[in-house]
């Protein structure tokens, strides 16, 4: 059975830093794209950042590119995105999600506050 | 940056047929795909490449794409279809992926 499990999340201050992870299990890690999607409370589905099967190759929306970093460990079936210089905006329940051309797997979530 | 646009709300009585437009100037070039959110869960895939039925999702969940637009229609809609509705795409290069702004289902 494919497993997303992410953890990491919590309260941080404006500008703190946060690292998320997220791990895999029930399918063969390093052959799958993954992917970070945020969701605002109360708000839709927002894209953050891509990465392929090997990590060579990586994309970040707009919103948080020079701020936050996705980066993967095939050896230990995880996927973890390192969060900079965050902002109240950022707060947002994070889902890892496996990529298939669509996402096909998700995690539940973890919720990141960015608040005084 | 690349914008998905969808209808805020779509209401809809029992039994009667729900439909929801996705518009993006790449669609014509790119899938899309649409996911299905209740409160408090993560999303699930109910149509991906534009009109396919992934396993376990019921028939009456069909996707059809024309032009810049692709619609998502629920046929013969029950309680349990309501939800929050997405469709996600690419933008004409591939590298962004992009959700739309998403419709709320509310089942009347």
């Known amino acids: 059975e494919v497993q997303l499990v992410e953890s990491g999340g919590g309260l941080v201050q404006p500008g703190g830093s946060l690292r998320l992870s997220c791990a895999a299990s029930?399918?063969?890690?390093?052959?799958?794209?993954m992917n970070w999607v945020r969701q605002a409370p109360g708000k839709g589905l927002e894209w953050v950042s891509y990465?392929?099967?090997?990590?060579?190759?990586?994309y970040y929306a707009d919103s948080v590119k020079g701020r936050f970093t996705i980066s993967r460990d095939n050896a230990k079936n995880s996927l973890y995105l390192q969060m900079n210089s965050l902002r109240a905006e950022d707060t947002a329940v994070y889902y890892c999600?496996?990529?298939?051309?669509?996402?096909?797997?998700w995690g539940q979530g973890t919720l990141v506050t960015v608040s005084s | 940056s690349y914008e998905l646009t969808q209808p805020p709300s779509v209401s809809v009585s029992p039994g009667q047929t729900a439909r929801i437009t996705c518009s993006g100037d790449?669609?014509?070039?790119?899938?899309a795909y649409w996911y299905q959110q209740k409160p408090g869960q993560a999303p699930v895939l109910v149509i991906y490449?534009?009109?396919e039925r992934p396993s376990g999702i019921p028939e009456r969940f069909s996707g059809s794409s024309s032009g810049t637009t692709v619609t998502l229609t629920i046929s013969g809609v029950q309680a349990e279809d309501e939800a929050d509705y997405y469709c996600?795409?690419?933008?004409?290069?591939?590298?962004?992926?992009?959700f739309g702004t998403g419709t709320k289902v509310t089942v009347l």
């Open positions: 990465i392929s099967s090997s990590g060579s190759t990586i």
């Open positions: 999600a496996r990529e298939a051309d669509w996402f096909d797997y």
């Open positions: 790449a669609l014509p070039k790119q899938y």
């Open positions: 029930g399918f063969t890690f390093s052959s799958y794209e």
């Open positions: 490449k534009d009109s």
């Open positions: 996600q795409s690419a933008d004409s290069s591939g590298t962004y992926r992009v």
